[in-house]
């Protein structure tokens, strides 16, 4: 899944893809070099980033979704938490809703529930992106995750949302210390284990950097480590802003794999 953040702010590449014009060449090339899925987002959800209004954020990603829906038989994602996009992406030709809230917000059950056809990825975050990452703290990170994403599944039942609708993600980076995130991901199967396809997106994120000491851009080699061992460990989708260099890797994950059962 490649990142296209239409957005003036996201931590790696805010505002490199603001204007369409250039957000429909860098998915071109995303494509190109492998991607499957393409989640464009519009509104920032990196620690301390600022609040996007409704018409913005529909501003920013209504206009590319259809474009690219138009151009390129490809797979569309839309990272969003407000009702109002996810009925405009899904109206638009999404294939699936990216919520950091997990469907938490008032009217996205709703918003979701009838469109049969639409995946939904729900992603456990502790607080709000503007706060999150101010001491977060948990009783067992791995068991506190997958009880949350497990509830919010139930939610989803109550609703009558079809469970092979749903995505999980525990959420790399939103509202978790660096031992948190990492405990995360080597405990990934226990996640996978819920029953679900488990999205991960750990692509040039900080948790990478605490331990290279490596600045947002020379990320690269630490992102695709990450990538593989979540691949390894039963990722089905894997989030990132480097695509060519993580089919690769992801190739050799399938092969090994492969390899293993005969």
Not at 86 to 94: C, F, T
Not at 180 to 202: C, D, S, T, W
Not at 226 to 248: F, L, Y
Request: aromatic residues 4%.
């Amino acid at each position: 899944m490649g990142i296209l953040n239409t957005t003036p702010d996201s931590f790696s590449d805010g505002g490199h893809y603001q204007h369409k014009d250039q957000a429909l060449k860098h998915a071109a090339q995303m494509i190109e070099a492998g991607a499957q899925w393409i989640d464009i987002g519009g509104e920032s959800t990196r620690p301390g980033a600022r609040a996007v209004s409704l018409a913005e954020e529909l501003e920013r990603v209504i206009p590319v979704l259809e474009a690219l829906r138009a151009e390129f038989p490809v797979k569309l994602s839309v990272d969003t938490n407000k009702p109002e996009v996810m009925q405009a992406s899904i109206a638009a030709g999404a294939n699936m809703i990216n919520d950091v809230k997990a469907l938490q917000a008032e009217g996205a059950l709703e918003a979701v529930a009838g469109a049969e056809d639409v995946l939904l990825c729900l992603m456990h975050m502790q607080g709000e992106p503007r706060t999150m990452q101010v001491n977060p703290v948990y009783t067992e990170v791995v068991t506190d995750v997958a009880e949350f994403l497990q509830e919010r599944v139930t939610a989803c039942a109550e609703y009558g949302i079809d469970r092979n609708r749903i995505i999980l993600d525990p959420g790399f980076g939103f509202g978790k210390q660096v031992g948190h995130n990492y405990q995360l991901l080597k405990q990934l199967p226990q996640i996978v284990e819920l029953g679900f396809p488990v999205l991960a997106g750990l692509s040039r994120k900080s948790m990478l950097g605490a331990v290279t000491g490596r600045e947002v851009d020379e990320r690269l080699a630490a992102s695709v480590a990450a990538a593989t061992i979540a691949a390894m460990h039963g990722a089905k989708i894997i989030r990132v802003h480097d695509v060519k260099e993580t089919v690769d890797a992801v190739k050799v994950v399938e092969a090994t794999l492969q390899g293993e059962k005969g």
